[in-house]
């Protein structure tokens, strides 16, 4: 798990395209950047984008890394950042309208529960539907596309009057057959937490097929995670290696 905190910039539209070089309209400026001035032991990554009018400006911190250092904060970092020679010149003379934090997961696949149940689905965010290696984040993609599968599998249930768990698995095949879980079981053993994996190569693949396997059978992930974590040979273990 990480934390985002990003604040929104009021800057004017007329500054915004003078400083970014931008022509108005649609175009836009967008940076992302590696944060090295922090403590020993904490990675964080920052982002800047131009709005119409305002400027967001963020960091994503690891909370692990937090914990572990135990006298660093995340607003500290943000501040930080926003002086740093190479941000201020582009924030300078604005304001701050807003300031916001979330929590952002790393978990990838073992961090999806059961989707779907007798009246109900879980799609974006609530579903895990997110993937952050550090390097790439994306959930918005993913909270898209399943909000179209849930509405569609809604629709359809709708017109039989049946919002059965038997009815809502149609919701699952949806995912199944779009970017949402392949890009996620594509993915698996790339995110924060497998960056650190417990176990070798063969411990990511098996957990991919038992996950596979847990999700068209309408199982929570993480049982299927648990159940291969008890799977992995001793041996496979990275401390091992
Ligand atoms: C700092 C940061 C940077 C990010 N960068 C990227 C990026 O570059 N690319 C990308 O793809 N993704 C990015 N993400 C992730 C992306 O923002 C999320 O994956 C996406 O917004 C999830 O959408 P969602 O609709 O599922 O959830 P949310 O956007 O969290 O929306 C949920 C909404 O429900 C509301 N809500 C909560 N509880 C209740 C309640 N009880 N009643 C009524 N309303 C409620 C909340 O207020 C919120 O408005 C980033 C996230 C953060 C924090």
């Given at each position: 798990m990480a934390i985002g905190v990003k604040e929104i910039i009021k800057l004017g539209e007329e500054k915004i395209n003078e400083r970014f070089n931008l022509r108005g309209g649609k175009s836009g400026f967008a940076g992302e950047y590696v944060l090295?001035?922090?403590?020993?032991g904490v990675k964080a990554g920052g982002f800047l984008y131009t709005n119409k009018d305002t400027v967001s400006l963020g960091v994503v911190v690891s909370m692990k890394d937090l914990r572990k250092n135990g006298s660093t904060y995340s607003f500290d970092i943000i501040e930080e950042f926003a002086e740093h020679p190479y941000i201020a010149p582009m924030i300078e003379?604005?304001?701050?309208?807003e300031y916001s934090a979330h929590l952002v997961q790393?978990?990838?696949?073992?961090?999806?529960?059961?989707?779907?149940?007798n009246g109900y689905m879980i799609a974006g965010d609530a579903a895990g539907f997110s993937f952050s290696n550090g390097l790439v984040l994306q959930g918005m993609n993913y909270a898209i596309a399943s909000g179209i599968a849930a509405a569609e599998t809604a629709i359809e249930a709708k017109s039989k009057n049946n919002f059965s768990e038997e009815a809502l698995a149609a919701y699952r095949e949806r995912l199944m057959n779009s970017f949402v879980l392949r890009d996620l079981l594509d993915f698996r053993g790339d995110t924060g937490r497998h960056l650190?994996?417990?176990?070798?190569q063969g411990h990511s693949q098996g957990h991919g097929r038992s996950v596979r396997a847990a999700l068209h059978r309408g199982q929570p992930a993480e049982e299927a995670h648990i159940q291969d974590r008890h799977g992995c040979?001793?041996?496979?273990r990275d401390e091992d290696l």
């Amino acid at each position: 798990m990480a934390i985002g905190v990003k604040e929104i910039i009021k800057l004017g539209e007329e500054k915004i395209n003078e400083r970014f070089n931008l022509r108005g309209g649609k175009s836009g400026f967008a940076g992302e950047y590696v944060l090295g001035f922090l403590p020993e032991g904490v990675k964080a990554g920052g982002f800047l984008y131009t709005n119409k009018d305002t400027v967001s400006l963020g960091v994503v911190v690891s909370m692990k890394d937090l914990r572990k250092n135990g006298s660093t904060y995340s607003f500290d970092i943000i501040e930080e950042f926003a002086e740093h020679p190479y941000i201020a010149p582009m924030i300078e003379g604005g304001k701050v309208e807003e300031y916001s934090a979330h929590l952002v997961q790393e978990g990838g696949i073992q961090g999806v529960p059961k989707l779907y149940g007798n009246g109900y689905m879980i799609a974006g965010d609530a579903a895990g539907f997110s993937f952050s290696n550090g390097l790439v984040l994306q959930g918005m993609n993913y909270a898209i596309a399943s909000g179209i599968a849930a509405a569609e599998t809604a629709i359809e249930a709708k017109s039989k009057n049946n919002f059965s768990e038997e009815a809502l698995a149609a919701y699952r095949e949806r995912l199944m057959n779009s970017f949402v879980l392949r890009d996620l079981l594509d993915f698996r053993g790339d995110t924060g937490r497998h960056l650190e994996r417990h176990c070798a190569q063969g411990h990511s693949q098996g957990h991919g097929r038992s996950v596979r396997a847990a999700l068209h059978r309408g199982q929570p992930a993480e049982e299927a995670h648990i159940q291969d974590r008890h799977g992995c040979p001793e041996q496979e273990r990275d401390e091992d290696l």
